[in-house]
């Protein structure tokens, strides 16, 4: 990688922002494939991918998630959703289930293609709340070992959102945690 592409790639990752406001526009379903194509290149652990992807176009089922989900309310205002799950039957040999890192890391790769592509995105939590993940599990029809990890409404950015500056050298520790 050159110094370009470095620095085109931090752009990236510090101005990726939550998008709550949304212009009416659709998304096709090729830049949605490639966002959900990120996802899957994260890492996992033991390489197990215990992830699934569930991409939602159906208007009525956007708008009736839309009413049942209160912290997820934008919706309304996109023509698509992904709804980032985890395999809870995938394991090491050892029996252990990394479902919940595995999701973690796809999501935040869905979120930076999703900046990549000029669209806006907001991972809304689903897990570990049953009467968010109920919703999605019954209009999508989604089995019992698959858990929802959240729904990220995806739609063209109205522009208001803005990221932050997060920086906070105090919490950097060199070597010990040192008495300040
Ligand atoms: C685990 C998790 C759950 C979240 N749940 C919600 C949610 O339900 N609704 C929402 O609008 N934003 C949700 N967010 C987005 C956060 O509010 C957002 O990331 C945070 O305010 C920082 O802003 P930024 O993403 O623009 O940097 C969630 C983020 C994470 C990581």
Redesign the pocket.
């Known amino acids: 990688m050159n110094d370009m592409q470095n620095k085109t790639m931090l752009s990236l990752i510090h101005n ?5 406001h949304f212009q009416s526009g659709d998304v096709n379903k090729e830049k949605l494939k490639e966002v959900v194509r990120a996802g899957m290149a994260a890492p996992s652990a033991r390489d197990l991918r215990p992830w699934q992807f569930l991409i939602i176009t159906n208007e009525n089922t956007l708008k009736n998630l839309a009413e049942q ?1 209160p ?4 919706l309304h205002d996109v023509s698509a959703a992904i709804v980032v799950m985890g395999d809870t039957t995938v394991k090491s040999p050892s029996g252990q289930s990394y479902w919940l890192q595995d999701t ?1 890391a796809a ?1 935040e790769n869905i ?1 930076l293609a999703a900046e990549a592509l000029g669209l806006g995105a ?5 897990y570990p709340y049953q009467d ?1 993940m109920s919703p999605v599990v019954e209009a999508c029809h989604i089995p019992e070992h698959i858990v929802p990890l ?1 729904i990220i409404p995806v739609g063209i950015p109205e522009g208001a ?4 500056d ?1 920086w906070e050298p105090d919490k950097i520790h060199w070597n010990a945690w040192e008495t300040k």
């Open positions: 990726r922002k939550s998008v709550r989900l912290y997820a309310k934008m973690c999501t979120l907001v991972w809304t939590a689903l968010r959240n959102d803005k990221p932050k997060k």
